[in-house]
């Protein structure tokens, strides 16, 4: 099993990272989450787990062992495979996951692209208790206001923007062109889904050249 690797950054997309080991680049999937992270150029040490097929061998990157722990431990569950998982750890950070099973929220795991109603019940059957307790956070426990600021999503979107080589302004102007669809999710109940609009904000970046 390959534990992590370690090198430059050699390039970067969406939801992929090439990084440079020993004159060898390691193409490595990662959520947009961990791209946002990553910058062409400068070293990285990525968490990696690797997905055997009979037909391919596919790299999957973290930002800590924690995140692949816990995407390990998510395909335990029937039908859920390796690119499920991973969707799972671009909607929800690991402990939110934790939080979500403690509590059985459905709705939360909903919010996954792919994840149904049934589905979401299914997984808080089969998962609950084997992810672990949250870091720090106590399930039902009050939690202090946060102070007012950019939504976390739009940080996420204009850091992944920023580190696939985009100027800051033009992230910006990018991030407000999506903020409708990301707004239109939110108030459906969900959250705004950063895979999809990372992808609808490069389709904007690339009309406006």
């Known amino acids: 099993m390959i534990a992590f690797v370690s090198g430059q950054v050699a ?15 390691m193409a490595v999937q990662c959520t947009p989450n961990t791209i946002a992270g990553l910058r062409v150029g400068e070293n990285a040490r990525l968490a990696t787990s690797l ?28 039908g859920v495979g390796p690119r499920v998982a991973q969707a799972m750890l671009g909607v929800h950070s690991p402990d939110a996951l934790r939080v979500a099973f403690a509590a059985g929220d459905a709705k939360a795991l909903t ?8 589905g979401a019940q299914k ?16 399930v039902g426990a009050q939690r202090a206001p946060a102070a007012a600021g950019p939504a976390p999503w ?9 580190g696939l080589g985009y100027a800051s302004r033009d992230a910006e102007e990018a991030v407000s062109a999506v903020t409708p669809q990301a707004e239109a999710a939110i108030a459906a109940g969900g959250s705004a889904p950063v895979p ?12 406006a050249r």
Request: charged share 20%; glycine share 12%; net charge negative.
């Open 11 to 25: 390039a970067l997309a969406p939801t992929l990272a090439v990084i440079e080991v020993g004159g060898v680049g």
């Open 51 to 78: 997905v055997v097929r009979e037909d391919s061998l596919t790299l999957y990157g973290f930002a800590d062992d924690d995140e692949r722990q816990v995407f390990e431990l998510l395909q335990t569950a029937s």
């Open 111 to 118: 919010a996954v692209p792919g994840i149904g109603p049934k």
């Open 123 to 138: 997984l808080l059957l089969e998962l609950k208790g084997k992810l672990g307790a949250p870091g720090g956070v106590a």
């Open 154 to 162: 739009t940080e996420q979107l204009t850091a992944a923007l920023i």
């Open 196 to 207: 999809q609009l990372l992808r609808a904000a490069l389709q904007s970046l690339n009309r």
